[in-house]
């Protein structure tokens, strides 16, 4: 199985700030990499696939890069609605495999 | 717009089997990969497999001794079997559907809203 880490595991960041999250995968994977945001007691929502393609509907402040084994998920402002646990997840080969996921939390 | 809603028990008792529905609206069965993928309390995610409309299932490893996903497109709707199951079985399951972008990259663009399942006696 391809192994998917996740840094860090829990960050506290304020409105306005620049987030980033790493992601990294125990094998290349090209760019078979998509990020999902989850907020308490809902079901995840993919914002990017493919490593940098922003999924529709999706505010333009995220932000995906990365190929390979190295992956990063921006947010280039940190709105309200932004705080949530993200995901990353490989989609390479199967079984599909998700990082530890990354809590976003009010300074 | 697909829309996916999952049915089932929210309680099954050690040893027995969990079954699950999960209702598919607003889009047909080709070309996804149907999938389910469940989540233990305060823990990650992990995926279970998904079934393939022309009729070819994919499991994980892990469960892979327990588990059948089937696909009934007359009734729209995809289900889990989990068999023998225990309190590690514990988890909110969702159901999901996983489809690609020009370069064959799949990603998972739609979620039901899951369904919290307890092993419990």
């Known amino acids: 199985d391809i192994q998917m880490t996740q840094s860090p595991s829990s960050l506290s960041a304020s409105v306005g700030d620049r987030v980033t999250i790493a992601c990294r995968a125990s094998?290349?994977?090209?760019?078979?990499l998509n990020w999902f945001q989850q907020k308490p007691g809902k079901a995840p929502k993919v914002l990017i696939f493919g490593a940098s393609t922003l999924q529709s509907g999706v505010p333009s402040r995220f932000s995906g890069s990365g190929s390979g084994t190295d992956f990063t998920l921006t947010i280039s402002s940190l709105q309200p609605d932004d705080f949530a646990t993200y995901y990353c997840q490989q989609s390479y080969n199967t079984p599909r495999t998700f990082g530890g996921g990354t809590k976003v939390e009010i300074k | 717009q697909v829309q996916l809603q999952e049915s089932g028990p929210g309680l099954v008792r050690p040893s027995e089997t969990l079954s699950l529905t999960c209702n598919v609206s607003g889009d047909s069965f080709s070309n996804y990969h149907w999938s389910w993928i469940r989540q233990p309390p305060g823990k990650g995610l992990e995926w279970i497999g998904y079934?393939?409309?022309?009729?070819?299932?994919n499991y994980n490893p892990s469960l892979q001794s327990r588990v059948t996903i089937s696909l009934d497109t007359s009734k729209s709707q995809f289900s889990l079997r989990l068999t023998s199951v225990t309190a590690a079985d514990t988890a909110v399951y969702y159901c999901?559907?996983?489809?690609?972008?020009?370069?064959?990259?799949?990603?998972?663009?739609?979620w039901g809203q899951g369904l919290r399942v307890t092993v419990s006696s």
């Open positions: 079934f393939y409309y022309n009729g070819s299932p």
């Open positions: 999901a559907r996983e489809g690609f972008d020009r370069l064959l990259r799949y990603y998972f663009d739609s």
């Open positions: 094998q290349s994977i090209a760019t078979y």
